[in-house]
């Protein structure tokens, strides 16, 4: 039987595809306000806005493409069971061949009516459908008429799916953190559920005090720091 490994990767996974991170210098957040376009409250006093800042990073998705990092994740599925848990909201993982990935933050390419996926029906997902590239705007209506929103967590609301991720983090034999400096929370205290027993890898080319003394830390960019992970499977 396949031994697991549970992948948990943030934005430095995608920055090397040319996709911005949010919190850096130079990030999205220096250049928008985090409120104004991805919260709750930005979402009710100007969805407009919300609607444009995601078409337009579904249209830099559109002509972005999966970096060595992506496709070496992909690649782990040849020896391993691999649960890919990510905080970013691009469709990078599934187009490098990744099968199963955990978006914690929600997904650029996917709307909902903006009255579905909360608590009163149990955050499900079954008005959710995949826009690919397109445009979405105000006025854009579901099948139920409501108004179409991004398929993303915004800032003030849950994370219905930390829960799966808890589990899947809670039976890895391996858990690797890629290109995430375990800051962002919920998702940052992901790694505590591992079992006692798991080995437990970041890799992320920053200093940094490591909060648990099973960390590995590979001081490397997401696509060299991957190699070398890899080589570290293939020795043991």
Sequence with gaps: ???????????????????????????????????????????????????DFY??????????RPNAAHLAIAGLEKDWVVDVITQNVDNLHERAGSTHVVHLHGEATKVRPENSCNEQDGFSEKLVFDVGYDEVKLGDKAPNGAQLRPHIVFFGEAVPK?????????????????GTSLSVYPAA???????TEARIYLIDPAEMRLPDPRIVHIRKVATEGMEEFVKILNSK
């Design 1 to 51: 039987m396949k031994k697991r490994i549970a992948v948990l990767t943030g934005a430095g996974v995608s920055a090397q595809s040319g996709l911005g991170t949010y919190r850096d210098n130079g990030g999205l957040w220096d250049e928008y306000d985090p409120m104004e376009v991805a919260s709750i409250e930005g979402w009710i006093r100007n969805p407009g806005l919300v609607l």
């Design 55 to 64: 078409n337009m990073q579904r249209a830099k998705l559109r002509d972005t």
């Design 189 to 195: 205290s992901l790694y505590r559920y591992a079992p």
């Design 162 to 178: 930390m829960e799966v991720a808890i589990e899947l983090v809670a039976k890895a034999d391996i858990v690797l953190i890629v």
